[in-house]
């Protein structure tokens, strides 16, 4: 993909500019906090693309100055970080976020911590992890102990990342940890993750929080033809990836058919207290559109993942667009269906919207298809700005290279390049970029 990157349109002032990353997949310093369940996980022969841990990853506990330096240089207003559940159960756990925040602080950087990205501790899951209520109650008193640490510092947070992948991958296709192969039965993990945000916001509210958002995955579903099976099965796998999270939230209720699946016995209380007062933005983080059929007779492969031939619905290579080092196509002009799409279904109750992730997998520093990426889907996210969406800030995904997941090391995101074996950071083409595109939009 060739870089046609040429002066950004003007984005408005007070418009958020972010990196993410993860605890997990950057943090290293295993030995210093509780397992979480992707150490158990990783360590489960076949379970990792490379084989590899996250125990050292980039090594970011003992080297987070240089990381915030970084961001500082490159000049974005926000950094979006998760805070590890199983290092704040360790001792001395907190006292290295309560160091982040204020190197952040100090370099006039907005500390963004999400509360949640997978990396469940060990000893919850025993207990039944996400399959369990008592969980959301856990959550919400792990969030109100980082809360009273953190929260005269940190304005802005978000409770969950991506419960959806956290529920699909994790707990129903058995692809990332806790490796669970439960199909339609994970649905459990749903609700108890909307009720854990439910009950995390009102634990923040307590606290004296002012900005509460989460980061939930979003794209656009095509059918792969106007067959009326092929039509059904993407109509629910639209249901289930977008609206299973989106409607609890902005609502107050699940899609027709869902709510008697969910555990408890006052589902409606539950939708309540997830949907009243709990957002004040609404995270989308976006990479792609999904094109979906009706089932095949045998299982598929898509970006990497074999998905069981009894699932009603089969996903299907899209073809006709570029695709990234994932297998991912690069398809900009979805992010602006997708905004205006959100904007059309849930009208006032879509609150401003902000871009928690959108990024790209591509190796080496001269990363010119990363460029014409952010280029392409920022312009994209201009044009639903201009038909009328109200979104306030955009994340790049990520900082650094990283472990990614059940991939390993074998997939670059970062827009700094990290020498797994060094720990030597080198930014990249797209870093120096980016910067140069922030300081025109504030000239």
């Known amino acids: 993909m060739a870089t046609t990157a040429g002066a950004l349109p003007s984005f408005p002032p007070g418009f958020q500019w972010g990196v993410s990353t993860s605890a997990h997949q950057i943090e290293g310093a295993a030995d210093r906090r509780a397992p979480s369940i992707w150490d158990r996980f990783s360590a489960e022969p076949g379970r990792i693309k490379d084989g590899s841990t996250a125990d050292t990853a980039c090594d970011h506990v003992a080297r987070h100055r240089e990381d915030v330096a970084l961001i500082g240089d490159l000049g974005v207003d926000a950094y979006r970080f998760s805070l590890s559940w199983p290092r704040v159960l360790s001792p001395g756990g907190l006292d290295f976020y309560d160091r982040l925040v ?38 919400a008193e792990y969030v109100t102990t980082v809360a009273a640490r953190l929260g005269d510092r940190v304005e802005q947070w978000i409770t969950l990342n991506e419960p959806a992948e956290h529920t699909l991958l ?61 039509t059904a099965a993407a109509d629910l796998y639209d249901t289930i990836l977008n609206r299973l999270f989106a409607d609890p939230l902005l609502l107050g209720a699940y899609p027709e058919g869902f709510a008697e699946l969910m555990p408890g016995d006052d589902v409606a209380a539950d939708l309540k207290l997830i949907s009243e007062s709990t957002l004040d933005w609404y995270g ?18 898509f970006s990497g993942l074999t998905l069981p031939a009894e699932l009603p619905f089969s996903v299907r290579e899209i073809t006709g667009h570029p695709v990234t080092d994932f297998g991912w196509p690069v398809v900009p002009d979805a992010l602006t269906s997708l905004l205006t799409g ?30 014409a990426y952010l280029d392409g889907h920022l312009r994209a996210l201009h044009r639903a700005m201009a038909a009328g969406v109200d979104v306030r800030g955009y994340f790049v995904w990520s900082l650094l290279d990283n472990w ?7 997939k670059r995101f970062g827009l700094v390049h990290v020498d797994f ?23």
Do not use: M
Request: aromatic fraction near 8%; include cysteine.
């Open 102 to 139: 204020d190197e952040l602080c100090a370099q006039g950087i907005r500390p963004v911590p999400t509360l949640f990205h997978w990396d469940l501790p060990v000893s919850v899951a025993e207990a039944g992890g996400w399959l369990e209520r008592s969980t959301a109650t856990r959550f």
């Open 404 to 410: 990614e997941w059940a991939e390993g090391y074998t």
């Open 342 to 371: 959100f904007r059309e279904r849930y009208g006032d109750r879509l609150p401003p919207v902000i871009i928690t992730e959108n990024g790209c997998a591509y190796e080496g520093t001269d990363d010119q298809d990363r460029i």
């Open 170 to 230: 994790g707990h129903a296709l058995g692809e990332h940890a806790p490796g669970a192969k439960l199909l339609f039965d994970a649905l459990p993990v749903a609700h108890h993750q909307l009720l854990a945000h439910g009950l995390a916001a009102r634990a923040l509210r307590a606290a004296g929080a002012r900005s509460i958002g989460i980061a939930n995955s979003h794209g656009p579903t095509w059918p792969a033809s106007d067959d009326p099976a092929d």
């Open 421 to 443: 074996a060094t720990q030597a950071r080198t930014p990249k083409a797209s870093y120096r970029w980016l910067r140069d595109a922030l300081r025109a939009q504030r000239a």
């Open 284 to 301: 989308v983080n976006y990479y792609q559109p999904t094109q979906v059929g009706a089932p095949t007779a045998s299982d598929g492969e």
